[in-house]
């Protein structure tokens, strides 16, 4: 079973950049699908971004296309998220996720819901 723990929130100014990181024990992430989560105030928990493991790549949401990049990096056991030109509305706790089955991200439908998650790590973006 895989344990994660997320790091790099913040406060961020609009148009800003972040990095958020997110550290996995226990198994190899190389053996995941691997997911990003968010969740605003008021909202449900939406997924962001994902990579699954079927075909290595990788899923968006609409609304972050083109500013935000997934990644994992295998020597470290990491998953990334790197957040670029954020935005108000990127306002929320953001969830690292893994999950060992190949179907749960799929990179032209969506992500959906995962096996193991992080505790969360706020992201404020200041207007």
């Known amino acids: 079973q895989v344990q994660l723990v997320e790091s790099g929130g913040g406060l961020v100014q609009n148009g800003g950049s972040l990095r958020l990181s997110c550290a996995a024990s226990g198994d190899t992430l190389d053996s995941y699908s691997i997911a990003w989560f968010r969740q605003g105030p008021g909202n449900g928990r939406e997924g962001v971004s994902c990579i699954s493991t079927r075909d290595g790549m990788a899923y968006y949401k609409d609304s972050v296309k083109g500013r935000f990049t997934i990644s994992r990096d295998s020597a470290s056991n990491t998953m990334y998220l790197q957040m670029r030109d954020v935005r108000p509305e990127d306002t929320a706790v953001y969830y690292c996720?893994?999950?060992?089955?190949?179907?749960?991200?799929?990179?032209?439908?969506?992500?959906?819901?995962?096996?193991?998650y992080g505790q969360g790590t706020q992201v404020t973006v200041s207007s």
């Open positions: 996720a893994a999950d060992p089955r190949n179907w749960v991200c799929l990179p032209q439908v969506g992500v959906y819901g995962f096996d193991y």
